[in-house]
């Protein structure tokens, strides 16, 4: 795999090219390296940087792209009109909301060999953001070690692919071949899996809305008034495939000497759509 010259060339243009759209900048981007690792050593590996992470459950080969935090800065100046120096108190959030829409849009214009074989749309920028890291600690990874400019070490990006699946693809079998060598499961185990799998749920006490400038001047000690907050009125939330989703109503109460909330309201419809669409989706694959 690692010897389909055409491929990494064609990543490298690919790459060159997104830079110069999103930076403004002519670079030529080298590939350092290419590792095979488990996802474990990946994360431990770029602890440091920034990463976003795109949807696992489809036959997407890349899965994650991680920047350094001079990309990230470069390209929230740019995007502001301010000078780098300005942004060194902006929250690393805040720089990973600025870059998402432009990482978003590498993710899907790599290669076509690398992304071959795709069964859904890849997740918003919204969930690329908003979610942690997800890699499989036991699961191999290729990470693709690139530096934006041979000699601008400190601007980097990694490309995170699913070892396995990037290997299969390259030899072309079908993409019923590919779901079930690498996923090795029926649609029902799937369906098992995905209701299995750990949600972070939030109580929403209030949403408010502000600007993007507001927001990257948030210090400690700042006020946030909230007007119509309630202690009766929370929302119980979580991130589905669709965005953001109200689970249920609540109110903040005490229960055995401990925060809680009591849920006042049925599990919402909305919820309950966006559950089943995402089985659908392992069932019509």
Known sequence: MLGKLEFWAELRDTVETWVADTLAMEMRPAIKSRKAVKGKIALENLSEQTIFDFDHDDSRSLVAIAVSKSFLLTNAALRMGENESQLGEASPLFLKLMAGDAVQGLSTSLPPAANRYTISEPNSTTDAVHKGAQLDPEQTYLIVDMALSGDAESMKIWLIYNFELLRLQFQQPS???????VFGKS??????????????????????NCTVAQCSRFQVGDIIQLPNASCG????TADTLSGRSIIANGEMGVWKTQRALKLNSQILERFVRDVASTENNFQGG
């Open 175 to 181: 993409l019923s071949n590919i779901k079930e060598k």
């Open 187 to 208: 649609h029902l185990t799937l369906k098992k899996s995905v209701r299995s799998t750990f949600i972070d749920m939030n109580a929403v006490l209030e949403e408010i």
């Open 233 to 236: 009125k929370v929302k119980l």
